[in-house]
T-cell receptor
Framework: ETGVTQTPRHLVMGMTNKKSLKCEQH?????MYWYKQSAKKPLELMFV???????ENNSVPSRFSPECPNSSHLFLHLHTLQPEDSALYLC??????????????FGEGSRLTVL | SQQGEEDPQALSIQEGENATMNCSYK?????LQWYRQNSGRGLVHLIL?????REKHSGRLRVTLDTSKKSSSLLITASRAADTASYFC????????????????FGQGTILTVHP
């Protein structure tokens, strides 16, 4: 396994379902991120975890719940989503330092469709 | 409004031609990064240029940064059909504490199409 792996690649769910997206990084990085990519909109940063601690929650609705059990794994728990939440959800990791944010390594994304 | 904005939104060229994409931003930065995304896939990092650098090269890529104009350009020389993708700039904003804590801000991207 190399890089950043996201599962599932595609997910269709109803508005009352509960599902989870999983991300695993094999790069030894200490920071992980969730981004949302919707059509015709810039990438939106949702959550940042540095050293397993959440350092950013970018005004994300509570129906999205992140979990970072260790520095290699990141989950995004989904419940009672809305159709406008349909998007490509991208996980990324980086080696976070004290001076600036370096290169992000992205997974292939999870394409979510909410019916 | 968003930090990084790319121009043009779409660019169509023939194989062998050069492609130039521009990015403008609004606040002071630690660095600026360029990424590439093939349709429906994840983003791939291309190059990072720090605020004290003016130009950087990587293979067929050349990036310039003008902090006085708050702008950057990405030049792809001798383009190939395989270069067809969306290209994004991302800025690492400079905060009072010196680090953005991972809050890269992406633009909407330039869609590049290279015709064989």
């Amino acid at each position: 396994e190399t890089g950043v792996t996201q599962t599932p690649r595609h997910l269709v769910m109803g508005m009352t379902n509960k599902k989870s997206l999983k991300c695993e990084q094999h790069l030894g990085h200490n920071a992980m991120y969730w981004y949302k990519q919707s059509a015709k909109k810039p990438l939106e940063l949702m959550f940042v975890y540095n050293f397993k601690e959440q350092t950013e929650n970018n005004s994300v609705p509570s129906r999205f719940s992140p979990e970072c059990p260790n520095s290699s794994h990141l989950f995004l728990h989904l419940h009672t989503l809305q159709p406008e939440d349909s998007a490509l959800y991208l996980c990324a990791s980086s080696q976070y330092g004290t001076s600036d944010t370096g290169e992000l390594f992205f997974g292939e994304g999870s394409r979510l469709t909410v019916l | 409004s968003q930090q990084g904005e790319e121009d043009p939104q779409a660019l169509s060229i023939q194989e062998g031609e050069n492609a130039t994409m521009n990015c403008s931003y609004k606040t002071s930065i630690n660095n600026l990064q360029w990424y590439r995304q093939n349709s429906g896939r994840g983003l791939v990092h291309l190059i990072l240029i720090r605020s004290n650098e003016r130009e950087k090269h990587s293979g067929r890529l050349r990036v310039t940064l003008d902090t006085s104009k708050k702008s950057s350009s990405l030049l792809i020389t001798a383009s190939r059909a395989a270069d067809t993708a969306s290209y994004f700039c991302a800025t690492d904003p400079l905060y009072a504490g010196g680090t953005s804590y991972g809050k890269l801000t992406f633009g909407q991207g330039t869609i590049l199409t290279v015709h064989p």
